[in-house]
């Protein structure tokens, strides 16, 4: 039961080769059976019954000339999706070997699961891109709300759960040291913190302040101390400072640099002015030992006494 007669003038006739348990020798087996399906083929031959059974997929079998490779048009002759596939599909399964038709089908199969395949990629894709429309929508408005800001404010907790994985620790501070912008009050509160964004907001804008150097009884500035005063003017108010890091940094520098030197300037004359002499010399002083102008008694460059020079 299940097996046929191997005759080459059937449709169902396949060359399968076994050997002859009789003569050992290599032949073609008389009795064959065909388990198809869709996605694969296997055939089974045998000398008879008691005999043993071979299996082999069912392929279809080389000629022994050259054959041309198909065109994209040839190929749409037993395209699956083609208008004219049933009846074509009928002529293979009448008229043409049965390991061509199969084969035929199998190529059907395959080019089907493209298309569907195909069909589910550009579904997800579609899908992907409105997964990530709305993920870029929700982070705008994270990044309205200063999300790091906050979360910055918990660095130390963060990383004490992560004492163990040192690789994770290093990949949170990796990321998180590259945030530049405003740290919140805390997390149920975004305003900025006054503590810890002095370099970014250096006069808040609740509670304005600017800071004058202040000087001893000497005339020299006197470090760490300042006076607080508020402005008048609202709109002394710096606005939040925009630009980079690295431009920020060079103004800090070049204000710095700017300072020390008006503080050096400013001692300078301060010490110049104190080894001046308090009548200096002018055309207006007049000398009381030779009597000329010019110059005082104690720079007296001439050795004649005051008579003479009266004489």
């Known amino acids: 039961m299940g097996w046929e007669l191997n005759d080459p003038l059937t449709t169902s006739y396949y060359r399968f080769q076994i050997p002859d348990p009789t003569t050992n020798r290599v032949i073609v087996a008389p009795f064959i059976s065909y388990a198809?399906?869709?996605?694969?083929?296997?055939?089974?031959?045998?000398?008879?019954?008691?005999?043993?059974?071979?299996?082999h997929a069912l392929e279809p079998i080389p000629v022994d000339y050259h054959c041309p490779p198909m065109t994209p048009d040839q190929m749409y002759l037993i395209d699956p999706d083609a208008p004219f596939a049933s009846a074509v599909n009928r002529v293979l399964n009448d008229k043409f070997p049965l390991v061509l038709s199969a084969a035929v089908r199998r190529y059907q199969y395959f080019r089907e699961e493209q298309h569907a395949a195909q069909l589910k990629i550009a579904n997800l894709q579609e899908k992907e891109m409105d997964c990530l429309e709305k993920a870029m929508c929700e982070l705008h408005e994270l990044e309205r709300s200063n999300l790091l800001g906050r979360l910055a404010l918990y660095e130390d907790e963060i990383l004490d759960a992560?004492?163990?994985?040192?690789?994770?620790?290093?990949?949170?501070?990796?990321?998180?040291?590259?945030?530049?912008?405003?740290?919140?009050t805390s997390a149920l509160d975004g305003t900025p913190s006054p503590w810890r964004n002095a370099d970014k907001y250096p006069i808040s804008t609740a509670r304005a302040r600017t800071f004058t150097p202040a000087?001893?009884?000497?005339?020299?500035?006197?470090?760490?101390?300042?006076?607080?005063?508020?402005?008048?003017?609202k709109s002394a108010v710096p606005l939040p400072d925009r630009r980079?890091?690295?431009?920020?940094?060079?103004?800090?520098?070049?204000?710095?640099l700017r300072e020390t030197a008006d503080d050096i300037e400013d001692r300078l004359r301060r010490?110049?002015?104190?080894?001046?002499?308090?009548?200096?010399?002018?055309a207006h002083r007049k000398c009381f030992k030779?009597?000329?102008?010019?110059?005082?008694?104690?720079?007296?460059?001439?050795?004649?006494s005051l008579k003479n020079t009266r004489k």
């Open 36 to 55: 198809i399906q869709r996605s694969s083929a296997e055939v089974q031959g045998t000398f008879g019954k008691g005999y043993p059974i071979f299996t």
């Open 162 to 184: 992560l004492t163990y994985d040192q690789e994770s620790a290093g990949l949170y501070l990796r990321a998180s040291r590259s945030f530049d912008g405003v740290i919140a």
């Open 215 to 233: 000087y001893d009884h000497a005339g020299n500035p006197t470090r760490g101390r300042t006076f607080i005063r508020k402005p008048t003017d």
């Open 244 to 256: 980079c890091s690295k431009e920020r940094n060079h103004d800090e520098v070049e204000a710095a």
């Open 271 to 282: 010490q110049l002015d104190a080894r001046r002499p308090k009548h200096p010399l002018s």
């Open 290 to 304: 030779c009597g000329r102008m010019g110059h005082i008694r104690s720079q007296c460059y001439t050795t004649r």
